[in-house]
Nanobody, 121 residues
């Protein structure tokens, strides 16, 4: 099985910075796409940013120029650097990874449990 462990959430003032990190562990053969999603209260979960195994990135319009996604294939980690945070960025942020395990040789999607980001003065 595969586990995703997220860290880095918390309370930050508007204009501030936070870094989220997500590390995969378990019976992992390879990881294809890595991504961060978020879900604000009363809203649907939405894509924030993703990065392919080759390093191609994709960002939601509402974070372009403010957030940056990085991956470390050796450490099986995906980080989200969040600059110029706004109150509307307040949400639970979820890590998502498409993993090929050593048991089942097809890619499956795994989710982290989420980490809360609160942007408030």
């Amino acid at each position: 099985q595969v586990q995703l462990a997220e860290s880095g959430g918390g309370l930050v003032q508007p204009g501030g910075y936070l870094r989220l990190s997500c590390t995969a562990s378990g019976s992992i053969f390879s990881i294809r796409r890595m991504a961060w999603y978020r879900q604000a209260p009363g809203k649907q979960r939405e894509l924030v940013a993703s990065i392919s195994s080759g390093g191609d990135t994709n960002y939601a319009d509402f974070v372009k120029g403010r957030f940056t996604i990085f991956r470390d294939n050796t450490e099986k980690t995906v980080d989200l650097h969040m600059h110029s945070l706004k109150p509307e960025d307040t949400a639970v942020y979820y890590c998502h990874q498409e993993v090929q395990t050593t048991v089942v040789f097809r890619y499956s999607a795994f989710w982290g449990r989420g980490t809360l980001v609160t942007v408030s003065s």
